[in-house]
């Protein structure tokens, strides 16, 4: 696994306002965050900035080494939802009931079922979020480590 120093998991983290830049979940609600190489190093991805997000650990280990996904609407692949070079609104939306993760496009699709974004355990996680008022996240809310 490579080493991520502490200025560069600072920088990631702060990038990322404490939130998982997949799912949303907020650090300060989620036990353990870890740093994703977008491009996996298995893949030649690097420990550059570019190719680093905040990621929870559910997230990160759905995502595992896959870069993409095949759409079930469309049974074509697409490449997962990179946070670097996408915007998250432009693929996700919350349900009314801010529980619920729902896709806009094939991206959002892929990547949803790929790092099972929808799990039951998430699902009733985020219901508790929701009473909470912790959930769906606004930016800025919760402070970094």
Avoid at 76 to 98: I, K, M, S, V, Y
Avoid at 113 to 130: G, K, T
């Amino acid at each position: 696994m490579a080493q991520i120093d502490d200025a560069l998991r600072k920088l990631v983290t702060e990038r990322a306002a404490g939130l998982c830049e997949y799912c949303q979940a907020a650090q300060l609600i989620v036990v353990y965050m870890e740093i994703d190489h977008i491009i996996p190093r298995s893949q030649g991805g690097s420990s550059e900035p570019d190719n680093l997000c905040f990621s929870c650990r559910g997230c990160n280990g759905y995502k595992q080494d896959y870069v993409s996904g095949i759409d079930a609407q469309t049974n074509t692949e697409h490449p997962l939802f990179n946070p670097r070079t996408q915007a998250w609104n432009d693929h996700f939306e919350w349900a009314d009931d801010g529980i619920l993760l729902k896709a806009k496009t094939a991206v959002g699709r892929v990547t949803i079922e790929r790092l099972r974004m929808n799990r039951d355990d998430v699902l009733s996680a985020r219901n508790l979020w929701v009473q909470a008022g912790w959930h769906p996240p606004i930016r800025g809310r919760f402070p970094t480590r």
